[in-house]
């Protein structure tokens, strides 16, 4: 079945104009009706036309390759003006207790601000998401160890929330969706989010007709039923709703009841290439001119609902478009960001209510949230038609409250690149920032920077920073403590800085320590320890490369020093040295637990590594629990195998017992004696 893109009046059909929000904009414009949003659109897509044509001008490629400069001069007279639309310092949680047995919780960023992952527990039932499904498991005790219940996902799951009796799981999925396209001269069909045509034929994509089909964002919302007098989940879960956006997941955060989702949905992207008459001696700024006045011209015919693309609710088996609110829509200068929309999704965690947030024009990558704010970071645009633009980051921030409102506050910008969600941090009114700024354009390499910014009315100003450091290195991770941030760098050696945040109007850096390797997680150990997973290397930086432990005693910030270090005998990585869920340290009990996928020629390795790491006791391992024998043949190059990506998945702890589950299986020990299985269930 292929679902129509509807034909729509500008202020009706799935896009209306409902004020509920209160308007706080500073930095972005919000759209005050669907014919004022299309004008944004229209404005920006002029914008970065005129920035391509400027490009290709001044090297002289178009016009006659004379290198003319300014092509455009003065707006023609009569030409449509596309805007004229006719109308006027936390750390994550270490555990839990929802069921009256001590469990590990989801390793988080900020503590009581959930995030979403592949396995979940409340410390008698576990939830995995693996090989298309959810599955219900009965955890502890360990003797009751059984898969109970199972809910196919559509799609690929990605991750989910599990709390209060209800699941929201997150899944990419391909939807019947035509969504139209523009190649600087007509209509064809496109990939949501890019530029370019989709190919003919073949494809994980293709339908049989040679369409593809779009790829997008399933959020389902699962009941899971009530718990009996054990705690288990006795009845069958129920998909309660079924909701689909157009775009990429970017991530996610949990604030009691409220889910909010940022995707990055799809946007009209225009695609301006001068046809072969503009290049060369015979080619005139005249004939420029003409090109640019008839993209303008097909730019201003593009409606609405050509611009956005739907979302939708499957309803008894049916997709029903979903009303998009336009005064939910912001937009930032004219031609300052890529193509794409983040939009951030607030989802009720029980599945009642309306699915709806608001929209800011640009793709995202990184987010950051708090319990009071949430702050969306994307790349500042790469101008023109080279892509030689500015090394900064935009940042959006958003007011967070117990209700689903999400309400927009401010943005502002900081030099440079961030890292991953750990190079931000908020409080006290303070945004805290760590970057790395490319100076190449410029004759030198990079330095790094922590800045800090406050709202002020306009937007948000930066207010601090620490000035270069580490220069000719690029940051590994961050981490905020109270009023220190912790900053690793990497080019041979691996510095750790401690920086003083006390006063942001004077970052000020307290000390450093210079070791090879480097970070690339920091996990607080109280407030004068540091826990953190990296590389170790040689002192030329590349050799011996390992996957190294350490902790860092950092009471007394003038002066950090390494107390305790492991290094991995076995070639191979941890997925924890990129994703922190997989990081699970049980601050109960000073034990830690990490995947690792190791080989040997020929022999391969997928096994869950187990640590005692505490500031007295430094980093012992206690034992290694092996899952080799589930995967038999398995290709470290076949990402597929066995449902795709990193095969030993999490571990778990309840009470005294660990549970290490892989794309296998599950297998319980006592966290005492690491030898033997208690418990086992396989997954395939």
């Known amino acids: 079945m292929l679902i129509a893109v509807s034909a729509i009046t500008a202020c009706g059909g799935r896009f209306t104009n409902d004020d509920n929000t209160g308007d706080l904009s500073t930095g ?64 994550g949680g270490d555990g839990g207790e929802e069921s009256g047995n001590k469990y590990s919780d989801t390793n988080t960023q900020v503590r009581g601000v959930d995030e979403a992952d592949i396995v979940k527990t409340d410390g008698t039932n576990l939830w995995v998401l693996q090989n298309g499904e959810l599955r219900t498991i009965v955890a502890y005790p360990p003797q009751s160890l059984a898969a109970t219940h199972s809910v196919a996902i559509e799609g690929t799951p990605i991750e989910m929330y599990v709390a209060d009796g209800y699941a929201v799981v997150f899944s990419q999925v391909y ?60 009845e069958a879960p129920q998909v309660l709703k079924e909701f689909y956006s157009i775009g990429g997941y970017v991530s996610s955060r949990r604030h009691g009841n409220v889910v909010r989702v940022v995707v990055n949905e799809w946007v009209q992207a225009p695609n301006f290439y001068p046809p072969g008459d503009l290049y060369g001696e015979s080619a005139s700024s005249i004939k420029v001119r003409t090109w640019r006045s008839e993209m303008v011209n097909t730019v201003n015919a ?64 990184i987010i950051y949230a708090n319990a009071e704010s949430l702050i969306v970071a994307h790349s500042e645009w790469s101008r023109g038609f080279w892509d030689s633009g500015h090394d900064s980051t935009v940042l959006h921030e958003f007011k ?66 620490t000035g270069p450091m580490a220069e000719g290195e690029h940051i590994e991770s961050t981490r905020y403590i109270g009023d220190i941030a912790y900053v690793v760098t990497f080019r041979q050696t691996d510095p750790l800085f401690a920086i003083d945040l006390a006063d942001p109007e004077n970052p000020t850096v307290l000390g450093e320590l210079k070791i090879p390797g480097f970070s690339t997680y920091m996990h607080p150990l109280g407030d004068d320890h540091l826990l953190t997973i990296g590389r170790h290397r040689g002192d030329d930086g590349v050799s011996q490369d390992a996957l190294a432990l350490k902790i860092f005693n950092v009471s007394d910030p003038t002066s950090p020093e390494t107390t305790s270090e492991f290094v991995m005998k076995t070639a191979g990585y941890s997925a924890a040295e990129s994703q922190h869920k997989a990081f699970n340290y049980y601050a109960e009990k000073g034990l830690l637990a990490i995947p690792f996928e190791g080989w040997s020629n020929p022999k391969y390795t997928s096994t869950l590594e187990v640590f005692r790491a505490t500031p007295t006791a430094g980093v012992k391992q206690l034992g290694s629990i092996d899952h080799s024998p589930y995967f038999e043949g398995y290709n470290p190059g076949n990402d597929d195998y066995y449902g795709g990506g990193t095969l030993m998945r999490r571990g778990v702890f309840i009470e005294e017992y660990l549970y290490s589950i892989s794309a296998g299986a599950i297998l319980i020990h006592d966290v005492f004696d690491l030898t033997d299985p208690v418990g086992e269930l396989p997954l395939r």
């Open 302 to 365: 593009i409606p609405v609902n050509q611009w956005l693309a739907p979302r939708f609710e499957k309803i008894s088996g049916a997709m029903n478009e979903v009303s998009a609110d336009c005064a939910l829509f912001y937009a930032p200068e004219e031609g300052s960001t890529g193509y794409g929309l983040t939009s951030v999704i607030t989802v009720p965690l029980d599945g009642d209510g309306p699915v709806t947030g608001p929209s800011v024009l640009g793709a995202s990558h």
């Open 28 to 91: 972005l414009r919000r759209a005050q009706t669907c014919d004022d949003l299309v004008g944004m659109l229209r404005t920006d897509a002029v914008v970065k036309l005129d920035q391509t044509i400027a490009d290709l001008s001044q090297d002289g490629m178009l016009g006659g390759g004379r290198g003319e400069g300014d092509l455009l001069g003065a707006a023609e007279p009569g030409a449509a003006d596309p805007s004229d639309s006719g109308q006027d310092s936390n750390t």
């Open 400 to 465: 967070l409250s117990d209700t689903p409102n999400t309400v927009y506050v401010g943005s502002g910008s900081v030099p440079g690149s961030l890292n991953n969600q750990f190079s931000i941090d908020a409080t006290n009114g303070v945004v805290r920032v760590s970057a790395t700024v490319s100076n190449w354009e410029r004759g030198g390499g990079t330095s790094n920077h922590v800045y800090t910014l406050r709202q002020n009315g306009v937007g948000l100003r930066i207010v601090g920073d």
């Open 175 to 234: 939807v019947d969706v035509e969504l139209p396209g523009f190649n600087g001269g007509g209509y064809d069909t496109m990939g949501p989010g890019t530029s370019e045509p989709m190919p003919p034929g073949g494809g994980d994509g293709a339908y049989p007709d040679g369409y593809y089909g779009s790829n997008a964002i399933k959020i389902t919302t699962i009941g899971l039923g009530e718990k009996d007098a054990g705690g288990y989940f006795t």
